[in-house]
């Protein structure tokens, strides 16, 4: 599908397969670590656990205690350096970026805006009742 210019209005559909295209490209990996996210319907929460890794040679996320890849799917027993919840998305981000007790755990701006985009998703998700899964 061939997707119009930035500056040309786009429906629904377009905007929809524009998202899943830019899904798909090329990021570089935060080398500070990565987070999962997830709903605590019960509390009315976002969630996210901070875990650390390393990059290594070939670009690819690390165990840094094992150095071993870690697996894109499937679950991997790891503990988190950190966990963050808040009752909405700005409330998560002002704990992850502003908290003056612990540095904020991201190094890339991309990963900073793809982490706000992801809260959202989450907050409108809880909002409806809805399930929540990481992009």
Excluded: W
Excluded at 12 to 36: C, H, M, V, W
Excluded at 82 to 104: V, W
Excluded at 116 to 130: H, I, P, S, V, Y
Aim: glycine content about 6%; overall charge negative.
């Amino acid at each position: 599908m061939t997707l119009p210019s930035s500056t040309q209005p786009i429906d629904q559909t377009q905007r929809q397969a524009l998202n899943d295209q830019l899904s798909k490209r090329y990021i570089e990996l935060d080398p500070a670590g990565y987070f999962l996210i997830y709903l605590d319907v019960e509390q009315g929460l976002i969630c996210a656990k901070h875990f650390d890794n390393i990059i290594n040679d070939k670009g690819l996320a690390c165990d840094p205690a094992t150095g071993k890849p870690l697996p894109v799917r499937g679950s991997v027993q790891r503990v988190p350096t950190r966990t963050y919840s808040g009752r909405t998305a700005k409330e998560l981000c002002i704990a992850i970026f502003e908290d003056p007790a612990h540095p904020c755990p991201i190094t890339y701006l991309d990963h900073a805006a793809y982490l706000g985009r992801e809260f959202m998703r989450a907050e409108t998700a809880l909002n409806a009742g809805q399930a929540y899964i990481q992009d």
